[in-house]
């Protein structure tokens, strides 16, 4: 469903259409993921535990990091962003026919689209490890360095780009704001 969203948002005649359905698909994803989250006894279980060896100046420690830490708040500001996005495209398509933007305005909406596509494959990734890779294992403990590796970049992922989403789609739904003063 969200590769139909994302292609439908990329094209220029089915922009509006895609921004709607990008939104209806965050909204159905934020839904089931929450009540998932909420029903889910083992959450604190399913962490990202990283070893940091003993050094010359430094204890060996180890950090367990709770995977719902960056998907919970993730998911959410990606809906946030995704509302505020279908807000403005619809407000320019009503009074415009069209998405009319300044320079400046349009490159923030193709950052928003490819940060919007990059941060979902994370939250995704994320989600599919958090609901089928912890089932067995109480924490990574036992996955490969490799893919420790990986679930860290996702999770870091999950953090930083929803905010960066966010961030551009208050950047875009100013217009709306702009357009109407005068």
Do not use: H
């Amino acid at each position: 469903m969200f590769l139909v969203a994302f292609v439908a948002m990329s094209n220029y005649l089915t922009a509006s259409i895609g921004f709607g359905l990008v939104f209806a698909v965050q909204l159905i994803y934020t839904i089931v993921f929450l009540f998932e989250l909420a029903n889910d006894t083992s959450r604190q279980n399913k962490s990202l535990a990283l070893t940091f060896p003993k050094t010359a100046i430094s204890t060996g420690n180890d950090i367990t990091l709770p995977l719902y830490w960056a998907l919970c708040p993730g998911v959410i500001l990606q809906f946030v962003a995704s509302l505020l996005t279908v807000m403005s495209t619809d407000f320019l398509y009503k009074k415009y026919n069209s998405l009319k933007l300044s320079r400046s305005a349009r490159f923030n909406l193709n950052m928003y689209k490819w940060m919007f596509v990059i941060a979902t494959v994370a939250l995704i990734g994320l989600t599919y490890s958090y609901s089928n890779d912890f089932t067995m294992v109480t924490s990574s403990a036992n996955f490969s360095g490799g893919y420790k590796s990986l679930l860290l970049v996702l999770f870091l992922s999950s953090i930083i780009l929803p905010v960066i989403n966010v961030i551009n789609a208050n950047k875009l739904s100013k217009i709306m704001v702009s357009s109407t003063d005068g």
